[in-house]
């Protein structure tokens, strides 16, 4: 069972100031709380003290939800309990399946209520559109989960399209209520900015200025990076490092190559995505730790994986990690297509044996949070006296197609069990324990880059 945030309390719900002010009203807030706890009225109240992070979130699903009434949290960019509750609430109200997550369908709802709403608020100057914040009881954001552990300065970037009206910003703080200390509550406080690129562009030195000095600085960018995208150059430049999660590029294998020139360039990155493939890495290498089993290793020459159709990010991920242990240097990549979106790899070990890999993105009724999740993987040999054969699959999928692909050899046969929770916001505040650069991730995704480079190859 998934751990339950803190309960929350809000010290200030999200209010609309000028750019200018942001620093002033959360001065403000902290000044009252400091020292309110003397007479047992309320608990004294700390701000954030460890580290900054910056959420550019180019969905508005949220926003939308808050204008229309549905969500009552901070403007963070970071989906929780509280937005899933506002999104089953939504879709409950409009007649639309209720999942609780935020799909093509529901964000066009929500424009079209919003549309409604400002068309009548014009007409009547008694009507309003702006929100009714209060603490939302049905559950404490992600967020919050993140300040109970590190209390954060959290400033989330929302681009939104029109003409360019300059930047508008809030400011809100929320506390969870520790059960180890209830007379000092420790604060996550957060800082909304809102506007078109350029001016998100213009405001970017105003985001450099209110940054926690001397403490770590991260970015998570909820899109495929940019490395030409002045923004992005910008946030990037003054953070400690940029966080993705690869499997919302639209584009794997570009995405992977702007990735990778990231990465070349000396920006540390983190990508959440990796964070998933850490039970099939580790059943994989465990499958060879058997002294009799090591040298079989060597015999290994087709490799299949199958993932759920939609975003191959985690095979690639993956097969870039296998090739990088085993010294495979990939030659070709063919993109075949198909029912199952099939994707042939082949590569030349030390030794000059021709390895072949094959992708195949399978069809499901029904996606999980993550796209593109690995299903099944099989390491075959062509050598019939070769003692190398493994299967893993996970638990929502068979193992019937790997199984009779396996040939005459006897094939070790092992069940993956995935992540507790693979949803992004979660690994997140795992990633936020570590700073350090993951060796082991940059050398997998510069072979990952090379595959994903002769595929461009092969297309001219």
């Known amino acids: 069972m998934a751990k339950q945030s803190s309960p929350v309390v809000s ?31 309320f608990p004294v109240a700390t701000r954030a003290a460890t580290f900054s992070l910056i959420v550019y979130e180019p969905e508005e699903t949220q926003h939308l939800l808050a204008d229309l009434g549905f969500y009552t949290g901070p403007i963070d960019g970071i989906t929780g309990p509280r937005m899933e509750a506002a999104l089953r609430t939504a879709q409950e109200t409009y007649g639309l399946p209720i999942t609780g997550k935020a799909t093509s369908e529901i964000l066009q709802k929500l424009q079209e209520e919003l ?31 993140i300040a109970s552990q590190n209390p954060c300065r959290i400033i989330a970037l929302f681009p939104v399209s029109g003409e360019d009206e300059g930047v508008t910003a809030q400011v809100s703080a929320y506390c969870p ?16 900015l809102r506007g078109t690129e350029t001016a998100l562009d213009r405001a970017s030195s105003l985001v450099s200025s209110l940054l926690i000095g001397d403490l770590p600085k991260f970015l998570w960018w909820k899109a495929t ?54 039970p099939w890495q580790e059943l994989t290498a465990e499958a060879f ?40 240097h990939p030659v070709s990549y063919e993109y075949e297509g198909g029912d199952y979106d099939l994707r042939r790899v082949r590569f030349v070990a030390a030794d000059q044996r021709p390895i072949e890999a094959e992708l195949a993105g399978m069809p499901t009724a029904d996606y999980g949070d993550v796209g593109g999740d690995l299903m099944a993987l099989r390491l ?13 699959c996970s638990e929502t999928s068979g193992c019937m197609r790997m199984e009779s692909g396996g040939g005459a050899q006897s094939c070790r046969i092992q069940q993956v069990s ?19 650069r993951d060796a082991l991730y940059e050398e997998s995704l510069a072979v990952s880059a090379q595959i994903a480079k002769l595929r461009d190859h092969s297309a001219e």
Request: contains cysteine; hydrophobic residues 35%.
């Open 380 to 392: 075959t040999s062509t050598n019939p006296n070769a003692d190398c054969c493994t299967v893993l």
């Open 225 to 278: 990076p940019e490395p030409n995208q002045a923004l992005f150059r910008q946030l990037a430049g003054f953070s400690t490092c940029v966080i993705v999660d690869s499997s919302t590029f639209l584009e794997a294998e570009t995405g992977l190559l702007k990735v990778q020139s990231l990465l070349e360039q000396g920006t540390h990155v983190a990508d959440l995505n990796w964070r998933r493939l850490a």
């Open 177 to 192: 209520v520790q059960k180890q200390s209830r007379s000092t509550l420790i604060c996550c406080e957060y800082i909304t």
């Open 418 to 436: 995935s992540l507790l929770d693979q949803k992004a916001e979660n690994l997140l505040s795992q990633q936020l324990q570590s700073w350090g």
């Open 115 to 145: 549309t409604k709403k400002r068309t009548v608020a014009a007409s009547d100057e008694s009507s309003s559109v702006s929100p009714s914040y209060a603490r939302d009881a049905r559950g404490a954001g992600v967020a919050d989960a």
């Open 289 to 328: 730790d058997p002294p009799e089993r090591r040298a079989a290793l060597t015999e290994v020459d087709r490799v299949t994986i199958d993932y759920e159709q939609g975003n191959p990010t985690q095979a690639l991920m993956f097969l870039g990690w296998l090739a990088s242990r085993l010294q495979w």
């Open 11 to 41: 010290l200030q719900a999200p209010k609309d100031v000028s750019l200018s002010e942001i620093d002033g009203e959360l001065g403000k807030i902290w000044q009252s709380y400091s020292a309110t706890g003397d007479d047992g009225s």
